[in-house]
T-cell receptor, first 117, second 109 residues
Framework: GAVVSQHPSRVICKSGTSVKIECRSL??????MFWYRQFPKQSLMLMAT?????????EQGVEKDKFLINHASLTLSTLTVTSAHPEDSSFYIC?????????????FGEGSWLTVV | DAKTTQPPSMDCAEGRAANLPCNHS???????VYWYRQIHSQGPQYIIH???NNETNEMASLIITEDRKSSTLILPHATLRDTAVYYC??????????FGTGTRLQVFP
């Protein structure tokens, strides 16, 4: 079964509004989670590293004031797209590693489709 | 993280083995080779990973060359549900995975 869960799976918002996407680790604690963005027919692009209890680390070219990341607990990271524009419409995916699971494996959430109209 | 090179697309007949190659010529000694796949509109799914030795699990086999500069993912009996984009990723000590363009595998009846 899924070990990383995202919510919502699909969201439509109006231009100029903000939208929050949640990423939860199920049955394990994740001090670090990662957020990716994927446009149609393209690969996943890493946006930022979400660190529990501290500031997120953003990849070059990603606006930290636009994509707010909060990792307030060991099982939850949130990505808030502020003042959304149609060009922010994309598939957003998070990942986390279950340190307690054999194999040193990183798992991904199901993804969240954001459409800004 | 080291870069990987994969063919953009491949076809495979249902029931046959699908062999997906990956070049990672700049891989370092402590870097693992990971394979994920992504079916349309879903998050990536873990398949298998390895360091030096060949690996096999219920989904696939991973063959890594002795010099570790390339590897091959083998799906022994491809089904239509294996149609997806397959990503080969070299991972260092961090949990940050950098995705390349992957191989789009089309399994046909």
């Amino acid at each position: 079964g899924a070990v990383v869960s995202q919510h919502p799976s699909r969201v439509i918002c109006k231009s100029g509004t903000s939208v929050k996407i949640e990423c939860r680790s199920l049955d394990f604690q994740a001090t670090t989670m990662f957020w990716y963005r994927q446009f149609p027919k393209q690969s996943l692009m890493l946006m930022a590293t979400s660190n529990e209890g501290s500031k997120a680390t953003y990849e070059q070219g990603v606006e930290k004031d636009k994509f707010l990341i909060n990792h307030a607990s060991l099982t939850l990271s949130t990505l808030t797209v502020t003042s959304a524009h149609p060009e922010d419409s994309s598939f957003y995916i998070c990942s986390a590693r279950d340190h307690g699971r054999a194999g040193n494996t990183i798992y991904f959430g199901e993804g969240s489709w954001l459409t800004v109209v | 993280d080291a870069k990987t090179t994969q063919p953009p697309s491949m076809d495979c007949a249902e029931g046959r083995a699908a062999n997906l190659p990956c070049n990672h010529s700049t891989i370092s000694g402590n870097e693992y080779v990971y394979w994920y796949r992504q079916i349309h509109s879903q998050g990536p799914q873990y398949i298998i990973h390895g360091l030096k030795n060949n690996e096999t699990n219920e989904m696939a086999s991973l063959i890594i060359t002795e010099d570790r500069k390339s590897s091959t993912l083998i799906l022994p009996h491809a089904t239509l549900r294996d149609t997806a984009v397959y990503y080969c990723i070299v991972r260092s000590f961090t949990d940050k995975l950098i995705f390349g363009t992957g191989t789009r595998l089309q399994v046909f009846p």
